[in-house]
């Protein structure tokens, strides 16, 4: 079983519920109406791939799939969350505008990790 994927995934979701908190009570009198939606998609997208690092881990643990690209998957969703998540809480909370360009790039993360998941599950041998 993959373990990482598990404890990164959980403590990257417990985060996401902390950093959600914080800005649902924390920045709302701080924070534009824009600021706080795009604090908010910044901690739904946390969220939503913490929750594929615990799949990669159960899928492992579990057997379903295995081999080599579920790691390799995992390392995807959790860059996709520094970059995307992290360069987006960045943005808000600094108004640094060169970080724009790196949310993109956390987006092309996720979308090969979920990639290399079915790759990773199409090449598992059949079972009748």
Same mark, same amino acid.
């Given at each position: ?5 598990? /404890?990164?995934? %959980?403590?990257?979701?417990?985060? %996401?519920?902390?950093?959600? $908190?914080?800005? $649902? +009570? =924390?920045?709302?009198? @701080? ?5 706080? &939606?795009?604090? *908010?998609?910044? @901690?739904? #997208?946390?969220?939503? +791939?913490?929750? $594929? ?10 057997? /379903? @799939? ?7 998957? %995992? ?5 996709? /969350? @520094?970059?995307?998540? =992290?360069?987006? #809480?960045?943005?808000?909370?600094? &108004?640094?505008?060169?970080? =724009? ?22 090449? *598992?041998?059949? *079972?009748?």
């Amino acid at each position: 079983m993959l373990l990482w994927p598990l /404890i990164l995934g %959980a403590a990257l979701a417990m985060t %996401a519920v902390m950093a959600g $908190a914080f800005g $649902a +009570h =924390g920045l709302r009198s @701080v924070l534009s109406p824009r600021g706080l &939606e795009v604090f *908010q998609t910044a @901690v739904t #997208y946390q969220m939503n +791939h913490s929750l $594929a690092l615990i799949l990669v881990a159960l899928v492992s643990g579990v057997g /379903i @799939v295995r081999g080599r690209l579920l790691a390799l998957a %995992a390392g995807f969703f959790a860059a996709g /969350i @520094v970059l995307f998540s =992290g360069s987006l #809480y960045l943005l808000v909370l600094t &108004e640094m505008s060169w970080l =724009g360009p790196v949310t993109p790039m956390g987006g092309v993360c996720f979308i090969v990790g979920w990639a290399l998941l079915i790759v990773a599950a199409l090449k *598992q041998p059949r *079972q009748t």
